[in-house]
């Protein structure tokens, strides 16, 4: 098991930065994959970018100005997000995927936490 706390939401003007944080209660070793997804009002949620080992993939709308890395040491996946646009407006969850020896996967969510990109 694992929990999951997001940070580094908030208000940002169109074409400014955020860098999301995601701290997670075990060691990233032990987890699968590590990934960002986001939900915005009326909408699915979507998967914006995850990273396994070192391997990474991104959304096509996000490819280019959002970078998703992990610190091994403090257990923490970042999200950093430049350019944003008003598109981009959404609450942005965090996600583990651990996996048991048979290759079972189990789902982990964070608690979400909004960005909002307005002038």
């Known amino acids: 098991q694992v929990q999951l706390v997001e940070s580094g939401g908030g208000l940002v003007q169109p074409g400014g930065s955020l860098r999301l944080s995601c701290a997670a209660s075990i060691s990233l070793f032990s987890i699968h994959r590590m990934g960002w997804y986001r939900q915005a009002p009326g909408k699915q949620r979507e998967s914006v970018a995850r990273?396994?080992?070192?391997?990474?993939n991104y959304a096509d709308s996000v490819k280019g100005r959002f970078t998703i890395s992990r610190d091994n040491a403090k257990n923490i996946v970042y999200l950093e997000m430049n350019s944003l646009k008003p598109e981009d407006t959404a609450v942005y969850y965090c996600?583990?995927?651990?996996?048991?020896?048979?290759?079972?996967?189990?789902?982990?969510w964070g608690q979400g936490t909004q960005v909002t990109v307005s002038s």
């Open positions: 996600n583990a995927i651990l996996m048991d020896v048979a290759g079972s996967e189990y789902d982990y």
């Open positions: 990273i396994t080992g070192g391997s990474t």
